[in-house]
């Protein structure tokens, strides 16, 4: 979605706020309750065809990926591509850009997501809200993915280990609510 300012002369694209996105996404969005001091958020969004499916997260400290939480929603019934959110997924992309820039390989990159060694399945507790979910996870090279089914709405996180009980403490954020920080 993007935006021109009345009377400009030269088109502009404003990207959302993230209030004006939580607005479209038109319900709430997973979000660490207690994220690290001076951790910076980024949000970033998702769709198809013009149809916000997927809200992620992402929190970084020292430009560094630490923590990325994704909420996505179904699409409309007439929609013929609806959106997938995949724990194995999850877990690639974390273990792809989560890495600090010294320990950046890119063969080794290349090569983990070509031929990725197994990952180890299990189940956690997830707190939403002080509410417990059972959640299916998966863990490879120090970094674990967890997802979660609530009602239509599949809420994914993933992180190195270390951070596994930052990441499964979540909040549900609203429009017009702060992100925690």
Excluded: C
Excluded at 81 to 104: C, H, M, Q, W, Y
Excluded at 157 to 177: F, Q
């Amino acid at each position: 979605m993007f935006r021109i300012p009345p009377g400009a002369d030269q088109p502009r694209h404003a990207v959302p706020t993230h209030d004006e996105t939580l607005r479209e996404f038109g319900r709430p969005i997973a979000a660490l309750a207690r994220p690290e001091p001076g951790w910076t958020t980024l949000l970033g969004r998702e769709g198809i065809d013009g149809y916000l499916t997927d809200v992620d997260l992402d929190y970084a400290h020292q430009r560094s990926y630490r923590v990325r939480v994704r909420t996505t929603r179904p699409a409309p019934e007439h929609f013929r591509v609806k959106p997938s959110t995949r724990l194995e997924d999850v877990l690639n992309n974390a273990i792809s850009n989560f890495k600090d820039e010294g320990e950046l390989d890119p063969r080794a990159s290349a090569e983990a997501l070509l031929n990725p060694a197994p990952a180890t399945p299990g189940q956690a507790l997830l707190r939403l809200d002080g509410q417990e979910h059972t959640a299916r996870t998966a863990t490879r090279s120090g970094f674990f993915a967890a997802l979660v089914e609530i009602g239509d709405q599949t809420v994914a996180v993933a992180a190195p280990e270390e951070l596994k009980g930052i990441a499964l403490d979540l909040t549900w954020i609203r429009p017009g609510r702060r992100l925690p920080s």
